[in-house]
């Protein structure tokens, strides 16, 4: 018991004696918690402006090479986007491009990212130079726009484009085609639609020549998307030797013709789809 007295009266001792110094320097403390959340706060702050200014640096420079074209890991391509990312201790630089490759018989478009490092000197940034020169540190190398490899990296980018926009609205064309189809099945014997039989196939028409136009733009897309691919892959030193004008070979007006003539087949399929709602029994 007396052993059991002494422990408790140690403890106690303890415990007081403890009291006694927190309440002594707690003041102490205090300065020195606080102390410690303010440096915390500095130290956040400033790596929060850092991130804002190396985020305005980068936009920049996402403006500057945006759908540049460029060599990457060996393949051609461009540029699709220059992004900040990562923690505020530790910021990179995501650079997202978009290459060429085989794959079977087909050509198609790769999405490639590189995590890169900021530049030590963030400056370096602010200058197409000083971009050009941390990528290629980087192993992205911008193209000369001039150069001929350039002027076939974009015209194969915009052929791949149009290959899947064509794609698309064939598939889409195919869509409208069956619903003029449905509704001439419909008229036949309808009193109410039979008047519009003349119209309604005048739609078909048109939708199997866009069609035609389609399909032969497609084929074109692809052919030339090969041409281009196949004359990246020649060997550096031999392209050089090679004729080849992309200008005259690849005519980015031709393209938005057909965007444009399909856009006229939408309208009319509007028309017709508008008649036939308005007719049904």
């Known amino acids: 018991m007396a052993q059991q007295n002494t422990g408790c009266g140690c403890g106690t001792l303890i415990a007081l004696l403890a009291l006694g110094f927190v309440l002594a320097y707690w003041q102490a403390f205090l300065v020195a918690a606080l102390l410690i959340l303010a440096i915390a706060a500095m130290v956040y702050a400033?790596?929060?402006?850092?991130?804002?200014?190396?985020?305005?640096?980068?936009?920049?420079?996402?403006?500057?090479v945006r759908q540049v074209p460029c060599k990457i890991q060996g393949s051609f391509g461009v540029?699709?986007?220059?992004?900040?990312?990562?923690?505020?201790?530790?910021?990179?630089?995501?650079?997202?491009?978009?290459?060429?490759?085989?794959?079977?018989?087909?050509?198609?478009?790769?999405?490639?990212?590189?995590?890169?490092?900021?530049?030590?000197?963030?400056?370096?940034?602010?200058?197409?130079?000083g971009v050009i020169t941390w990528l290629r540190c980087g192993g992205v190398i911008l193209l000369d726009e001039l150069?001929?490899?350039?002027?076939?990296?974009?015209?194969?980018?915009?052929?791949?484009?149009?290959?899947s926009w064509t794609n698309k609205a064939l598939a889409d064309l195919d869509d409208l085609r069956r619903s003029v189809l449905d509704t001439l099945v419909k008229a036949e014997g309808n009193e109410l639609l039979e008047s519009a039989i003349p119209q309604l196939q005048h739609a078909l028409d048109a939708f199997n020549g866009e069609r035609e136009k389609l399909q032969e733009a497609n084929r074109n897309a692809a052919e030339m998307l090969?041409?281009?691919?196949?004359?990246?892959?020649?060997?550096?030193?031999?392209?050089?030797?090679?004729?080849?004008?992309?200008d005259q070979l690849f005519d980015p007006q031709r393209f938005s013709a057909v965007e444009q003539s399909f856009a006229d087949v939408v309208l009319l399929n509007d028309a017709f789809r508008q008649l036939s709602d308005d007719r049904q029994p």
Do not use: W
């Open 147 to 163: 150069s001929v490899e350039a002027k076939a990296a974009a015209a194969a980018m915009e052929c791949l484009r149009e290959r």
């Open 79 to 129: 540029i699709q986007s220059i992004q900040l990312a990562g923690s505020l201790q530790a910021l990179r630089v995501d650079v997202h491009c978009s290459t060429l490759c085989a794959k079977g018989s087909a050509v198609v478009a790769e999405e490639v990212c590189l995590s890169l490092s900021p530049p030590a000197e963030r400056q370096q940034l602010r200058t197409g130079s």
């Open 46 to 64: 400033v790596l929060l402006q850092n991130q804002q200014q190396l985020h305005a640096l980068v936009d920049a420079a996402d403006r500057r």
């Open 226 to 246: 090969r041409k281009l691919y196949d004359f990246l892959s020649v060997p550096e030193g031999i392209r050089p030797i090679l004729t080849f004008d992309v």
